[in-house]
């Protein structure tokens, strides 16, 4: 499994970052897009790039989608979680934990998910142990 994340080359233009995401969606194993858009609340700006083309790039790469919970990211914003529900994409609620205190997020990713209404049975990490290693299998191994 795969989470597709962005953490270098914030600045590319908005076809050069969405090319670069559609390139990781269409991976034949299964992947998250982590941290979507890439922001940082009042410190770094979300990546430019055609969230719809990623979207539907997703969707076609049976990917998931993270829901955020760190307070600093809170992403993706609820517009486009709405926006990829319609796409029947999956999710995946994360804290972004770098320590255990940090674990406490997962109430804002809870949030973020409400926010964009998004239901229980839509998140992977909802699932039991063994439902989601075979949600997340790769094709044909299911």
């Excluded at 269409?26 to 990546?47: E, M, S, Y």
């Excluded at 993706?76 to 934990?97: N, Q």
């Amino acid at each position: 499994m795969i989470i597709a994340s962005i953490h270098r080359r914030h600045r590319m233009n908005a076809d050069q970052m969405t090319e670069r995401l559609v390139r990781a969606m269409a991976l034949p194993c299964f992947k998250i897009w982590g941290h979507a858009l890439g922001r940082l609340i009042l410190t770094r700006p979300p990546v430019e790039c055609r969230v719809e083309e990623v979207l539907d790039a997703a969707a076609a790469g049976r990917a998931a989608v993270e829901i955020n919970g760190d307070p600093k990211r809170l992403d993706l914003p609820p517009r486009w979680l709405k926006a990829a529900r319609e796409r029947g994409i999956r999710f995946v609620v994360s804290t972004d934990a770098h320590s255990v205190p940090e674990l406490r997020n997962v109430r804002y990713g809870a949030a973020m998910a409400r926010r964009g209404w998004i239901e229980r049975g839509e998140v992977l990490n909802t699932r039991s142990a063994q439902e989601f290693v075979k949600l997340v299998a790769p094709t044909g191994t299911r």
